[in-house]
Structure formats: structure tokens, C-alpha cells
């Protein structure tokens, strides 16, 4: 079965770096889009970046554009969101989730998520 | 970017109800909509998708509706395990968005 389990969370502070990452196993990893959401404290599902099966193709979110990269490792079944310039109001839970095509489709199954607190 | 209005935000219904769940889009997404649903501390779970289709798993008493801009999720009978928050999320375009939820609570 499909599974997602995502590492690297914690406290840091604000303007400092962190990295994500989302292992994957239970289907081809280097076939499938993959995504990266988050959820602030009480609130919504917010979308930030997406990218193609083969990593030449990204897209992100205006609210991350210019900090955050996606990237994957398709040798180790694993996905990547590098968060620079951390500010508070990224603070949130991301989910990894795989996308039900190689690129442009829906968030078909996700990870359990892993906090991110910004805070000094 | 499309807006996603989901509508209501919260409602109140009581074991064995009928329930329905709108979602408008700003503009034409034809079918590239999908629902979720979510329970407290746990990730998002994979519902509908292309506005009707029903995903591997799920019970049949989940049903999606629309196209264009009007969408709706409907579930029939409500269960104690159905209360839960459900978003629509629409992936005509980039950058996929989300609506802000509609909380299911027990009356």
C-alpha cells in the first residue's frame, strides 16, 4: 500500500533554513507527481508546490515562491522542500501527498505530516 | 489564481441525516475537482474525484456532483465516523486551491 512518511520537522527560528523530506514506498515513486501542503494551527489546507515525476517540472505557491524549493531524489524514493527565510506564519503541519498522475492532477493519498514551528 | 467558496462552513446534523456541501469556483474548472475529508490530527483523506468519481475504497454513501463552477458533496445517512472537516480542491490549473472547509459536528 501507498505510504508517505515525512521527517525534518521542529522548532526553528525565523529567518533560518529547514528541510523536509517525504519518503515514499508502495507504488513507483519516480512515475507520480508529487506535493507539498500544509496546515497552520486551527486552520485550512493550503497548497504550496508541486513537481513532475521527473523533477523538470515545478510550480509553487505565490506564498513560498522565491524561499521554499521542491525537489526529488527518484533513486531514493524520496521527496524534498527545502524552507528558507523562515517566517511565524510558516508555521504549520506539511503533508507530503502523491499526485494520481505524473504531474497535474489531484493529491491522491498523503502522509501523516510532520510540525514546523517558527519561533524564536 | 481560482478561489475556491465552500459553503457551509460549519453545520450541525444528527446520526442518520442527509447531509450536502457546496463548492463554487471563480471560474470554469470543468471537472478537476476533488473532496477530502479530515479528522481531527490525522491527514487529509481522498473522497471524490473528477467532481463524481468515487475513490477506490470509500463508501458509496458519499456521492460528488457539478461541473464548471458548482459542485457539491453529498453524504447520505450520516455516521458517528463521518463527522469530520471536508474541503474541495480544485486542479484545473495551477496553483491547485483549496476551499476553507466545511466542519461536520454532531447536534
Known amino acids: 500500500q501507498v505510504q508517505l512518511v515525512e521527517s525534518g520537522g521542529g522548532v526553528v527560528q525565523p529567518g533560518r533554513s529547514l528541510r523536509l523530506s517525504c519518503a515514499a514506498s508502495?507504488?513507483?515513486?519516480?512515475?507520480?507527481?508529487m506535493h507539498w501542503v500544509r496546515q497552520a494551527p486551527g486552520k485550512g489546507l493550503e497548497w504550496l508546490a508541486v513537481?513532475?515525476?521527473?523533477?523538470?517540472?515545478?510550480y509553487y505557491a505565490d506564498s513560498v515562491k522565491g524561499r521554499f524549493i521542491i525537489s526529488r531524489d527518484n533513486s531514493k524514493n524520496t521527496l524534498y522542500l527545502q524552507m528558507n527565510s523562515l517566517r511565524a506564519e510558516d508555521t504549520a503541519v506539511y503533508y507530503c501527498?502523491?499526485?494520481?498522475?505524473?504531474?497535474?492532477?489531484?493529491?491522491?493519498?498523503w502522509g501523516q505530516g510532520t510540525l514546523v514551528t517558527v519561533s524564536s | 489564481d481560482i478561489q475556491m467558496t465552500q459553503s457551509p462552513s460549519s453545520l450541525s446534523a444528527s446520526v442518520g441525516d442527509r447531509v450536502t456541501i457546496t463548492c463554487r469556483a471563480s471560474?470554469?474548472?470543468?471537472?478537476?475537482l476533488a473532496w477530502f475529508q479530515q479528522k481531527p490530527g490525522k491527514a487529509p483523506k481522498s473522497l471524490i474525484y473528477?467532481?463524481?468519481s468515487l475513490q477506490s475504497g470509500v463508501p458509496s454513501k458519499f456521492s460528488g456532483s457539478g461541473s464548471g463552477t458548482d459542485f457539491t458533496l453529498t453524504i447520505s445517512s450520516l455516521r458517528p465516523e463521518d463527522f469530520a472537516t471536508y474541503y474541495c480542491?480544485?486542479?484545473?490549473?495551477?496553483?491547485?486551491?483549496f476551499g476553507g472547509g466545511t466542519k461536520v459536528e454532531i447536534k
Open positions: 508502495g507504488f513507483t515513486f519516480s512515475s507520480d507527481g
Open positions: 473528477a467532481a463524481s
Open positions: 471560474q470554469d474548472i470543468s471537472n478537476y
Open positions: 513537481i513532475s515525476y521527473d523533477g523538470n517540472n515545478k
Open positions: 480542491q480544485q486542479y484545473n490549473s495551477y496553483p491547485v486551491t
Open positions: 501527498a502523491k499526485d494520481n498522475s505524473f504531474w497535474g492532477s489531484y493529491t491522491v493519498y
